[in-house]
T-cell receptor, first 113, second 117 residues
């Protein structure tokens, strides 16, 4: 069965600092990988997705993620965070086929001035 | 662009009461989903529908029923609410013709915050 682990429940970074959110997955083949962001009181919004090809994918709002098969990871990065990036971030894995999309438990990001 | 609209946004119920959560999408999407979100547990799938007239159980279907009334609407019903069903409920939709064509991202509503006393 597939699974997703986000080891960091809560991360605090200073505005302007760099950010990396960790995501590890377990799946027997090459998965489809997603990062979603949830602002307070709102639904989830897709940041980026990886299906194949270039292992470094660019998303919206200046985010990027790198797929590393050897480490079963798909970490989310941003060079310089803005106060508006404060939100909860979810990694998700979905295999090709008819199995369900599995979400991680989320990482809450706090930005300090 | 409305996207995915959920009603109501907030609701408080007493144990044993029934309620239907409504979801509608205006993107002509084939697949629709209901999730619940609980602290520390991420999103868990309750039910999904790959097309009008079809529904399938997800990870946590017990205590819920769904109805895909037409292509736009997918409702979630709690027949006899229990405190364990206190949660935030999200509806989502995607273009996927098979519910789990993962190359089609899911679009989410803003959620329904449900408290059961």
């Amino acid at each position: 069965a597939q699974s997703v682990t986000q080891p960091d429940i809560h991360i605090t970074v200073s505005e302007g600092a760099s950010l990396e959110l960790r995501c590890n997955y377990s799946y027997g083949a090459t998965p489809y990988l997603f990062w979603y962001v949830q602002s307070p009181g709102q639904g989830l919004q897709l940041l980026l997705k990886y299906f194949s090809g270039d292992t470094l994918v660019q998303g919206i709002k200046g985010f990027e993620a790198e797929f590393k098969r050897s480490q079963s990871s798909f970490n989310l990065r941003k060079p310089s965070v803005h106060w508006s990036d404060a939100a909860e971030y979810f990694c998700a894995v979905g295999p090709f086929g008819n199995e369900k999309l599995t979400f991680g438990t989320g990482t809450r990001l706090t930005i300090i001035p | 662009n409305a996207g995915v609209t959920q009603t109501p946004k907030f609701q408080v119920l007493k144990t044993g009461q029934s309620m239907t959560l409504q979801c509608a999408q205006d993107m002509n999407h084939n697949s629709m989903y209901w999730y619940r979100q609980d602290p520390g547990m991420g999103l868990r799938l309750i039910y999904y529908s790959a097309s009008e007239g079809t529904t399938d159980k997800g990870e946590v279907p017990n205590g819920y029923n769904v109805s895909r009334l037409n292509k736009r609407e997918f409702s979630l019903r709690l027949e006899s609410a229990a405190p364990s069903q206190t949660s935030v409920y999200f509806c989502a939709s995607s273009e996927a013709r098979r519910a789990w064509d993962s190359n089609q991202p899911q679009h989410f509503g803003d959620g329904t915050r449900l408290s059961i006393l």
